[in-house]
C-alpha cells in the first residue's frame, strides 16, 4: 500500500496523541494497538486489516468505518459503529457495551468472550455468528439476521428481538425471560430447555423448532 508523506504525518500524529479528526482516513493494515484513541473522529475510515487490539475506543465516531479483517482483540468498542462493516474481525474479549452497532455486518466475526450488553444491534447482520455464552442483556436486537446463529447458554434476558430472523439458530439453555419475540421467526430453531418464562411471543414462528423442555410463561 502506498501511503503519502501527508498521510505518515498524520497517523503518526494520531499515535501521538495529536490528532482526534480524520473523517474517511485511509489507515489500511495500520498498527494501531495499545493506543487511547477515545473520542476519536474517524466516520467512513478504512481500517481494512489493521491492528487495533487493545485499543480504547470509547466514545469514538467510526460510522460506515470499513474494519474488515481487523484485529480488535480486547478493545474498548464503547462506540459509534452504526452501519460499520466488521466482517471477519476479530472481536474476542472486545467491550461492546451500548455500543451503536446499528446495521452494521458482522458476518465471520469472532465475537468470543464480549459483551453486547445493552448494545444497539437493530438491523445488523450477525448471520451465522457464534455467541455461545455472550452476555446480551437488555441488547436492542429488532429486526437483526441471527439465522444460523449459534446462542448457546447466551443471556438475551430483556432483550428486543422484535421482527429478528432466528432461523435455524441454536438458542439451547439460553436466557430469554423477559425479552420480546414479538414478530420473529424461530423457524427450525433449538429451543432446548431454554428459559422463556415472560417472554412476549406474539406473532412468533416456531415451525419446525425444538421447544422440548423449554419454559414457556404466557
Known sequence: MS??????????ALRAGKLRHLPGADLEDEDLADLDLTGVYLPGATLVGANLSRTCLAKAHLEGANFMGA??????????LWGANLMQCDLTGADLRGANLRGANLMGTRLG????????????????VNLQGVDLRGADLRGANLSDVN??????????????Q???ANLEEADL?????????????????ADL???????????????IGTALDR
Open 177 to 193: 425471560r423477559q425479552a420480546n419475540l414479538s414478530g420473529a421467526s424461530l423457524v427450525g430453531a433449538n429451543l432446548l430447555c
Open 151 to 164: 446462542l448457546k447458554g447466551a443471556d438475551l434476558s430483556g432483550a428486543n428481538l422484535q421482527g429478528a
Open 113 to 128: 468472550g464480549v459483551s453486547l450488553a445493552t448494545a444497539f444491534l437493530s438491523g445488523s447482520n450477525l448471520m451465522g
Open 197 to 211: 418464562a415472560g417472554a412476549q411471543i406474539e406473532g412468533v414462528s416456531l415451525t419446525g423448532a425444538c421447544l
Open 3 to 12: 501511503v503519502s508523506n501527508d498521510s505518515l504525518v498524520a497517523i503518526a
Open 166 to 168: 432466528l432461523d435455524s
Open 71 to 80: 484485529s480488535l482483540v480486547g478493545a474498548d468498542l464503547r462506540a459509534n
